[in-house]
């Protein structure tokens, strides 16, 4: 796996909550560290789009110095968020600012991330999509990526962060823009701290909680598959924020087989006849990563079943093979209620 493929997977799986062990944190930081660009990378890809300098006349620094994105068949790298960007500058500064920001998440104290971080810091502050107003084509997607950036290496720099969100307010409706422009914004709200964050995700909650409660994503194409369910939980990481909402914080998209799309429950869970939680249990809950956990299906009514919907793992001992459902949460996720039952009467 690249580097590239890597950031976009792990990206992929924070935002959609889930917790990485040391040794997979490890294994991500060392990967990352070791695919550091040579000065002598940096200063080919400088060459290469016009800045041979590392700076244009006017001392802006508006490509890496630390990760040169690799090539790919003269195709761009896309976005966390699928975006296949039209110039190098978002492509460029999307590839090192979002491995940076990861590093700087799972190795906080190291030396040599904090001093890359440190001058990435000082490179943006020359920058037109950095640190100035800025709405001019692909900068103002650039700027974004910069928020996202700020709001994981340097929360304290407040004013930056607001200038960032200034220049979203103040250039985004200047013309028609692709979805994946106010999808990044919102992805940026659900990590900013929340005292900076609130007055924007005010403006949009309405429209957060129609796209969670009543809109349903298609699931067709591998990039749906990838890209939905990560658009659905920006929504929930977003309005989990606050209190009314915090309940939905562990919540997942569900698929439903029937009309073949992803949804997400909002509904507040009570026990009744398809829904029982047992806190009281000495085993609770017995499985990680579920929000509402439905304890009616304590022993799985499905275990016997040979293509049951789960996600079980088979394991050989004494020359059998055994099913092991360790890793396996169908039952327990309050929306699958109406599928098992539905495959029990088959």
């Excluded at 929360?155 to 409706?173: A, F, P, V």
């Excluded at 009543?214 to 929930?236: A, F, G, Q, T």
Aim: charged share 25%; glycine share 6%.
């Amino acid at each position: 796996m690249t580097s590239y493929e890597l950031m976009i997977k792990a990206n992929h799986y924070l935002i959609k909550g889930g917790k990485l062990s040391n040794g997979q944190i490890n294994t991500i930081v060392n990967q990352f560290i070791s695919d550091r660009s040579s000065a002598e990378q940096a200063q080919r890809y400088d060459i290469s789009v016009g800045f041979p300098n590392a700076s244009d006349e006017n001392g802006r620094g508006m490509y890496p110095i630390f990760y040169i994105p690799p090539y790919n068949n003269g195709k761009k790298l896309k976005t966390v968020l699928g975006q296949t960007p039209k110039t190098r500058i978002l492509s460029a500064n999307m590839y090192e600012l979002e491995i940076l920001r990861l590093l700087h998440i799972f190795a906080p104290e190291d030396t040599e991330v904090n001093n890359m971080v440190t001058e990435t810091l000082q490179r943006l502050k020359t920058t037109c999509f950095g640190y100035m107003d800025d709405g001019v084509g692909e900068c103002f997607d650039t700027s974004l990526v910069v928020l996202r950036f700020l709001a994981a290496v340097a929360q304290k720099e407040t004013e930056w962060i607001k200038s960032r969100i200034d220049n979203y307010n103040c250039h985004y409706g200047d013309k028609k823009r692709p979805w994946f422009s106010k999808w990044y914004y919102w992805l940026c709200l659900s990590e900013l701290p929340f005292a900076i964050a609130y007055p924007e995700i005010e403006k949009y909650k309405d429209e957060m909680l129609h796209q969670l409660t009543c809109k349903s994503y298609v699931m067709n194409s591998e990039n749906d598959k990838r890209i939905h369910p990560v658009c659905l939980c920006i929504l929930r990481n977003v309005l989990s924020k606050y209190p009314e909402y915090a309940y939905i914080k562990e919540r997942q998209p569900y698929f439903n087989t029937k009309d073949g799309r992803l949804y997400f429950d909002m509904r507040v869970m009570e026990n009744s006849y398809r829904f029982f939680e047992n806190r009281d249990c000495e085993y609770f809950p017995c499985h990680k990563g579920v929000g509402d956990f439905n304890c009616l299906f304590c022993y799985c009514p499905l275990y016997l079943k040979e293509n049951c919907p789960g996600k079980p793992a088979y394991i050989e001992k004494d020359g059998k093979k055994i099913k092991d459902c360790t890793d396996c949460t169908f039952p327990h996720q309050s929306q699958n209620y109406d599928a098992v039952i539905r495959i029990l009467g088959e």
